[in-house]
């Protein structure tokens, strides 16, 4: 597949459509839930029927984790429903998905076949969405990527670089294990892949950068590559209780990944640093 073809990108205003926007340029039509609702068949459908995609990458999900626990249909709508239907319609997508469809309780990097078991809304939504493009599309590729973050819109990095203007000291969970991941970095596997996908694959596969984190870790490096004095303690996660339970180690094994797609991972640090750089000049 030419990645210079038509391809169409949902949630576009996001994180990572924001990325693949600075990537992809002309070759592909952006959309965010203005100009298309995913969640409404009648209008997908519409959609499709007046423009012609070589490819659907979807980015559009309900990711306020905590927020999903009281509104399950709102979460199911956007993470099952939507993938559902520009599956059907669009019949070839990449669809996004999440470590959450783990309950955290290994001790080795999950890898694609390891069974799932969602502890939360948010993930068992974003399970039933995995399981509506396998089986409605064409072609279907599932990319499940972990504790994304990026230049633009809200993340973790943001967050963490503007508490530690705020405060002399921040207690942050140490008891979490995860892997930090760069939208941008996440975009350019997209974007090598695009072209290497087979029509009829019907595959799942794990991406987040390199090494191994807790978000205690995640953000002492934050702080210490910003120049922050603020000092980061490390706390359980009994200490910080949320509406929805996380999995409690979620790193994810990228073998097929790399060897499917040939391509290079970076280590979240690296891409951090990176990161935050580009944050720097902003300012």
Known sequence: MDCAAHILVTGSNGQLGNELRLLLGDSAVYVDREELDITDEASVKAFFEAKSFDFVINCAAYTAVDKAEDNFEDADRINRLGPALLAKYGKHIIQVSTDYVF???????????????????????????????????????????????????????????????????????????????????????????????????????????????????????????????????????????????????????????????GLTIPHWLDSLKRCISKLTEQV
């Open 103 to 261: 309950d955290g309780m290994a001790h080795l990097p999950y890898k694609e076949e390891d069974a799932t078991n969602p502890l939360s809304v948010y993930g068992s939504t974003k399970l039933a969405g995995e399981e509506a493009v396998l089986a409605e599309a064409e072609t279907a590729v599932v990319i499940r990527t972990a504790w994304l973050y990026s230049s633009f819109g809200a993340n973790f990095v943001k967050t963490m670089r503007r508490l530690g203007t705020e405060r002399d000291s921040l207690g942050v969970i140490f008891d979490q294990i995860g892997t930090p991941t760069y939208a941008a970095d996440l975009a350019a596997a997209i974007v090598t892949m695009l072209p290497q996908i087979k029509a009829g694959t019907k595959a799942v596969y794990h991406y987040s950068n390199e090494g191994v984190a807790s978000w205690y870790d995640f953000a002492a490096a934050i702080m210490r590559e910003s120049g922050l004095a603020c000092t980061v303690r490390p706390i359980e996660t009994s200490e910080y209780p949320t509406r929805a339970t996380r999995p409690a180690y979620s790193v994810l094994n990228k073998a097929k990944i790399r060897r499917d797609f």
